[in-house]
């Protein structure tokens, strides 16, 4: 097991930007595919967006395109979520997940195998 742990989360106006972080203790955070999910108030968990551990591809969910980027630092064993744009429908809990040398669609098929952070708040308010 890989501890995660999620920052950022907070109140903000739509239309406004937020920055989330997560880091991953382990020293070979280069080989984790690391994503973000997002759980919104009575619905499922869903994929948001994720950045492959080689090469470092970015994949986004049909409804953050554009608006939303992933970024990884295999140095400082981080990975960001820069949210702008948002919208009240992007509020939820945002969980950041690491799984070592997997596909992002693996991520998202599979997550029983996922890493998982307990989530940070982000609420979009109208």
């Known amino acids: 097991q890989v501890p995660v742990v999620e920052s950022g989360g907070r109140l903000v106006q739509a239309g406004g930007s937020l920055r989330l972080s997560c880091t991953a203790s382990?020293?070979?955070?280069?080989?984790?595919?690391m994503a973000w999910f997002r759980q919104a108030p009575g619905k499922e968990r869903e994929w948001v967006a994720g950045?492959?551990?080689?090469?470092?591809?970015?994949y986004y969910a049909d409804s953050v395109k554009g608006r939303f980027t992933i970024s990884r630092d295999d140095v400082r064993a981080t990975v960001d979520l820069q949210m702008n744009s948002l919208k009240p429908e992007d509020t939820g809990v945002y969980f950041c997940?690491?799984?070592?040398?997997?596909?992002?669609?693996?991520?998202?098929?599979?997550?029983?195998?996922?890493?998982w952070g307990q989530g940070t708040q982000v609420t979009v308010s109208s």
């Open positions: 950045i492959s551990w080689k090469g470092g591809a970015t």
């Open positions: 382990t020293l070979g955070f280069g080989s984790y595919a």
């Open positions: 997940a690491a799984r070592f040398r997997a596909t992002i669609r693996t991520m998202v098929t599979d997550p029983d195998d996922n890493n």
